[in-house]
């Protein structure tokens, strides 16, 4: 699909404010690709098709990791909201027809982030955050501008608001996102 045909399908698909946050990290995500020299396109894509599995209901979306064979572990019975992230390479591949291996990686791990992410894979999580449409939070502005500068630093900067942020709501914290968190506390030190 060529990025128009995947805008009016997403349009179909999602609600209008989730369509709004979706281009908003779609252009977000290309602002960053020019910052770091990485490839305009397909930071685009991905931020077009990150959120595509949210066009369903949860019932329908465990449906759809049944049928993908996608193991419901402990963290995806707890956190029935991470589902659209594993569940994305597939919708995208099968609705979307998208093939594109670094789009799929980093469309997957757009909502927990994992160690020792690729620069694509790290400009969908960290601009998943900070589009323009996300509402202002503390420390927001900081993100923002770093999401410009360092890649590392602000993943790190994120995972610990979001683990705070978590920890405020007295709920889990998904293993990954601890184990994302303390890779990049040891990469930004070094
Ligand atoms: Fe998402
Ligand atoms: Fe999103």
Not at 90 to 118: Q, S
Request: aromatic residues 10%.
């Amino acid at each position: 699909m060529n990025i128009d045909e995947m805008e009016q399908q997403l349009k179909l698909n999602l609600k209008p404010e989730r369509y709004r946050h979706t281009l908003g990290v779609a252009y977000t995500a290309a602002s960053m690709a020019m910052a770091f020299d990485e490839d305009i396109q397909k930071a685009y894509k991905a931020g077009l098709l990150h959120d595509c599995a949210k066009g369903y209901s949860l019932v329908q979306q465990r449906k759809f990791c049944e049928k993908y064979r996608i193991s419901l572990d402990g963290i995806l019975t707890d956190s029935p909201q991470l589902m659209h992230s594993a569940l994305a390479p597939f919708i995208a591949r099968e609705y979307y027809g998208e093939n594109d291996l670094e789009i799929l990686n980093a469309i997957e791990c757009h909502t927990t982030g994992k160690p020792k992410m690729k620069p694509l894979e790290q400009m969908i999580f960290i601009a998943d955050y900070i589009e323009p449409d996300r509402r202002m939070i503390p420390g927001l502005c900081e993100v923002r501008k770093m999401a410009f500068q360092n890649l590392d630093v602000c993943t790190l900067q994120i995972l610990d608001h979001t683990i705070e942020y978590l920890k405020g709501r007295k709920q889990k914290i998904g293993y990954k996102t601890i184990e994302t968190y303390e890779y990049y506390l040891k990469q930004t030190k070094a």
